[in-house]
């Protein structure tokens, strides 16, 4: 049987019991400790309405991310390499019966030029997106996007790590991807309500709940260590959508010890000749958006929680106190255009949805270290077989800012000597040399090291 119970998470929204303060007061207290909660307690969280609490709550939230992530920030881009697809989606610009969008395929050179692009911006991290098509979008087309991209190398400069967000594979096409190195792989099942679900998709290979629902199964069987889940919110009311997720995170731990390595909180957002989206079914207010993003924290501590570009540059900078780990940063959501004028940016006839901060990387960079968070490039887990399992250990044991600390100081170093726009190196030099001075005892001697292996033009440190 599918282990998504509606029953139980309308039960668990209709409980009065979990609307008392001292309850929620007591689960916050409990949270603090990074361990997670239960389905019931997270339910009770999000019941919160006195203001006082959602103080609490909000600070307890950061306090846990910074236990297990300190204050760094992990950015990437996502990279469209098709628009092509055979769903039709009602939230979506890409779905089959948008006869308006100017569909585009990129050719292994244009995929080649969009990547170069990003290398000289700094980025190190890509996330692979594609729309569903069995011709244009097979994972031979994926197999040779992946080898281009980890291919191209600028003095030094290079894409260290893939991840891949694609329709759902079989099992034997898993195992292929594991074999072309992925870091993580993304799957979405957009909401977790049956019924609503079948509503939003009426047809393509889409409409397949079980088999969306299931891909991240049969990921991990194939041996893919990193998987990564998430909801657009807005499609059905928000916290049945934030426990459908839990019970997702929480069953993926249960059977394989290893929880979504990332959890993606997009919300809906106007998009070309999607009804859906222009509409939202059960718009998400910020109030409660921040709400359920420290939730989520809560929950899973140890989880990487994903925040796109989707979202207005203010609200971010309030999301990342109450436990957001990754962004995106100068993102484009079309195929090719990363190299498009600003002007251009906007064009509603090839990307998927409307962008809420249009900043560059670079901007992005200046703005996350002014607010003493550290923008981090690292990518070190991945080549060092911290994936999967021994990545979870590190993370659920409050470990992993022991090893990510320094890795993260030396790519960020590496960024400001070979990208930074001088008004950035401004603000981060001295934002960097703080950092660097709250490293104590032997770790200390490691990352003095490290920063002047790579003030002496050395790339890619780390251990």
Known sequence: MEFINEEKIKNLLHDDSLLDTYLQKEIIKKSSEAKGLSLEESAALLNITSPELLDELYHTAKEVKEKIYGNRLVLFAPLYVTNLCVNNCLYCAFRRDNKDLQRKTLSLKEIEEEVRYLVLQGQKRILLVAGEHPKKANIEFIGEAINRIYSINI????????????????????KV????????????????????????????????????LYAMDRALQAGIDDVGIGALFGLTYYKFETLALLMHAFDLDQKYGIGPHTISIPRLEPAFNAPAANQPPFAVDDESFKKLVAVIRLSVPYTGIILSTRERAELRRELFEVGISQISAGSRTSPGSYQELEEDLDKRDLQQFQLGDHRSLDEIVKDCASLGYMPSFCTACYRS???????????????IGKICVPNALATFKEYLNDFASEETKETAREFLDEEIKKVEGATRNKVDKMIDRVDKGERDVFF
């Open 177 to 212: 991807l594991k074999d072309l190195g992925i870091g993580t792989y993304q799957c979405f099942q957009e909401t977790y309500r049956f019924d609503t679900y079948n509503q939003m998709h009426p047809d393509g290979p889409k409409s397949d709940y079980s088999w969306r």
């Open 385 to 399: 077989n911290r994936t999967g399992d021994r990545f979870m250990e590190l993370a659920k044991t409050g470990n």
């Open 155 to 174: 003095d030094g400069n290079n894409i260290r790590r893939l991840n891949v967000n694609t329709a759902p594979l079989s099992l034997e096409d898993f």
